[in-house]
């Protein structure tokens, strides 16, 4: 989603306070609208044994099971989501399904909150927290009560060619052969 520059015309009969409080909000809200305020929209991420993307759904964050790496010959779409307590879910893949759901897309203090993390190792959801370490690496972290545990995910290129295959690259590793240290 791009945001585009609005013009503000202030009508010349406002008294002057008035138009520059309105050329005040103007200004705020095209400096917050400009920024990199989305940092973590149409990402990709590389998790422990998948691929997540992470986009915008329904005015909230949500990552979804893009790719799990498996063993020579297994098809990815077999592996199913077994584990879900509902039964009518046991049957799905886990390809497609929603990891991280509902998620706040202004962070606070850095953190984006108020979200899920769904773990289909053991069919349960989690009050959820993203953080950016750095531009290569996400920290997500489930969380019971106070107490919670998490993982780093590191940031991924995906080009999709014409024929609809993809390819995967580190960015950091791409950042390196860059020079970009």
Not at 53 to 80: F, K, N, Q, W
Request: with cysteine.
């Amino acid at each position: 989603m791009t945001w585009q520059r609005s013009v503000v015309q202030v009508h010349s009969g406002l008294p002057t306070f008035m138009k520059k409080f309105l050329l005040i909000v103007a200004f705020c809200s095209f400096a917050v609208f400009s920024s990199e305020k989305y940092p973590l929209i149409d990402t990709y991420w590389l998790a422990e044994d998948s691929i997540i993307s992470i986009r915008e759904c329904d005015a909230r964050l949500c990552g979804v099971m893009e790719h799990i790496y498996t063993e020579d010959g297994e098809d990815p779409l077999t592996i199913l989501d077994t584990n879900n307590p509902e039964e009518a879910l046991k049957t799905r893949p886990l390809i497609g399904i929603k990891l991280l759901d509902s998620f706040n897309p202004f962070p606070k203090k850095g953190i984006y909150k108020d979200g899920l993390i769904y773990d289909p190792r053991s069919g349960k959801s989690y009050k959820g927290k993203l953080s950016l370490i750095d531009k290569f690496t996400l920290k997500v972290e489930g969380c019971i009560a106070f107490l919670c545990q998490g993982v780093q995910w590191d940031a991924l290129e995906v080009k999709v060619f014409p024929d609809g295959s993809r390819s995967a690259t580190l960015l950091r590793d791409k950042d390196k052969n860059n020079g970009n240290s």
